[in-house]
């Protein structure tokens, strides 16, 4: 599982697998470095892992000098800027709160990440399908995913 775990969380987040969504969130959360903070961040907005998120955000704000540096964060610049711009928004608030208050900040940033998810559901009842299609990114990750399974399952089956 250790090379897998990008792709079975985008499997496990279409097919509703609850526990190996789990389980992949905590591993990808321990495999957080200056170079794939960003890609990590942008993949728990995409599969609704609000764990990863938080760990991502906390990650970037202790490393932003480095990260600022990396091609993710300059990609990430270029195509989403609302990302960015809550990255910032998340720093310039965590400098604002004392330790004791972090606790209340998870909560309230499960809460704040579970309202844009319901949102982005608003968006997706409402917005013409030919506006949507720009949500194709998601799905070609979780075909992507379902390949590098079967050639998994090929593998195993050879020995």
Request: net charge negative; proline share 2%.
């Given at each position: 599982?250790q090379k897998?775990?990008?792709h079975?969380?985008?499997l496990?987040?279409?097919y509703?697998?609850?526990?190996?969504?789990?389980?992949?969130?905590?591993?990808?959360a321990?495999?957080?470095?200056?170079?794939?903070?960003?890609?990590?961040?942008?993949?728990?907005?995409?599969?609704?892992?609000p764990?990863l998120?938080l760990k991502c955000?906390?990650?970037l704000?202790?490393?932003?000098r480095?990260?600022?540096?990396?091609?993710?964060?300059?990609?990430?610049?270029r195509?989403?800027?609302?990302?960015?711009?809550?990255?910032?928004?998340f720093?310039?608030?965590?400098?604002?709160?004392?330790?004791?208050?972090?606790?209340?900040t998870?909560?309230?940033?499960?809460?704040?990440?579970?309202?844009?998810?319901?949102?982005r559901f608003a968006?997706?009842?409402?917005?013409p399908k030919d506006?949507?299609?720009?949500?194709?990114t998601?799905?070609?990750?979780?075909k992507?995913?379902?390949?590098?399974?079967?050639?998994?399952?090929?593998?195993?089956s050879s020995?």
């Amino acid at each position: 599982m250790q090379k897998h775990e990008i792709h079975l969380l985008a499997l496990s987040h279409v097919y509703l697998v609850p526990r190996l969504k789990h389980r992949c969130t905590k591993a990808l959360a321990e495999q957080l470095t200056i170079e794939n903070v960003v890609d990590m961040l942008q993949l728990a907005r995409l599969c609704d892992t609000p764990d990863l998120y938080l760990k991502c955000m906390k990650f970037l704000r202790s490393n932003f000098r480095k990260v600022e540096k990396t091609e993710g964060w300059k990609f990430l610049q270029r195509h989403d800027s609302m990302l960015e711009l809550e990255i910032l928004q998340f720093m310039d608030e965590a400098e604002s709160v004392t330790e004791e208050e972090e606790e209340e900040t998870q909560v309230g940033a499960e809460l704040i990440f579970t309202a844009k998810r319901r949102d982005r559901f608003a968006w997706s009842t409402y917005v013409p399908k030919d506006v949507q299609a720009s949500d194709h990114t998601t799905r070609n990750l979780a075909k992507r995913s379902c390949h590098v399974a079967n050639l998994i399952n090929a593998e195993a089956s050879s020995f």
